[in-house]
């Protein structure tokens, strides 16, 4: 396992949060389904100067009228970066007062979720301010042609979300690690996998054939403790199960560079304390594309999301007792 400090709340700040086709910088945001969707936030947010990111986070909106509107006022649906989201799960594991709110349902619900499905978060917002009541969570779409309504198609992300494994999967407990790794018995983190996909979209009005080829390399994983809100573990894709088989016990597989593990310092729940720590695991990949079957270009800063929910007690005697 690699921990390592970031700066800021997101560790996602320094890189752009994109689908392989925001990346080929060739698509308008589509309109998202049942009434979430709309403009993107913006790839690269880091809240500062992110008028929707801090409007999501200023306690005064609640029960105000601020970012519902009124007459005449421009209001749109806004689906948030990935950046943005991991920006907001970094800004509620600094501040263990926020204990409820449309913010940590949301997430609680995207956690809770398929994870076979990519999803996205997305809010209301008036004149550039978000409404946080609005807040939800809905399965991703992306646009593949810019040629009009009438010849405009969605498909889902096509890079999925990472398809975790986390032992133990209840009953985490403060000082004792809980191992996440991908699975590998299909899906990404599988010996070998990639992901090779073709479609047709449009440049300029012209009809383009896209190939994209993509293989997962780096898994992160960031507990949402509030005991440290910028440490993030990383780990080879596709990281490592627990093996109860093995001779070394939890806290030493635990420590071994192909582990990735989160390690919580606060128990959840009681007064003041969410029920929950909200954190997420990251799928960083390697990617290409063609288009009319030119060279492959590579695509940077490109991820895939997932966000993890947990439930942390404390126990009197500890589970392990060798270093």
Sequence with gaps: MSRQRVMGPGAAGARAAVTFLAALALLAVAPAPAGAGGNGGGAGATGKGDTIVSSIIDTSNAGSSRGKGHSGSRCVW??????????????????????????????????????????DLSVRACDGVADPTTLTFHQKLVPITDAGPAATSQ???????????????????????????????????????????????TIGGQPVKIDIRATPT????????????????????????????????????????????????????GPGRRTEWTGYAQLDWKAEYSINGGPWQEILGLFSLRPISTTVREVNTAIERQP
């Design 78 to 119: 806004v689906t948030l970066s990935d950046t943005q989201v991991t920006w907001l799960i970094h800004y509620l594991a600094g501040h263990p007062e926020i204990t409820s709110g449309p913010l940590v349902d949301a997430l609680a619900a995207w956690s809770a979720a398929d994870g076979q499905a990519t999803y």
């Design 155 to 201: 498909l889902r992300t096509l890079l999925p979300p990472p398809d975790l494994v986390i032992t133990p999967l209840t009953g985490a407990v403060v000082g004792e690690p809980v191992f996440v790794s991908l699975r590998t018995d299909a899906g990404p983190g599988s010996p070998g996998y990639s992901l090779n996909a073709s479609q047709m979209g």
């Design 218 to 269: 780096i898994l992160e994983v960031f507990e949402g403790d509030v005991g440290d809100a910028s440490t993030i573990d990383s780990c080879p894709a596709p990281g490592r199960a627990y093996d109860p088989s093995s001779e070394l016990g939890p806290r030493r597989q635990a420590r071994l560079p192909e582990t990735c593990a989160m390690v919580f310092t606060h128990r959840t729940g």
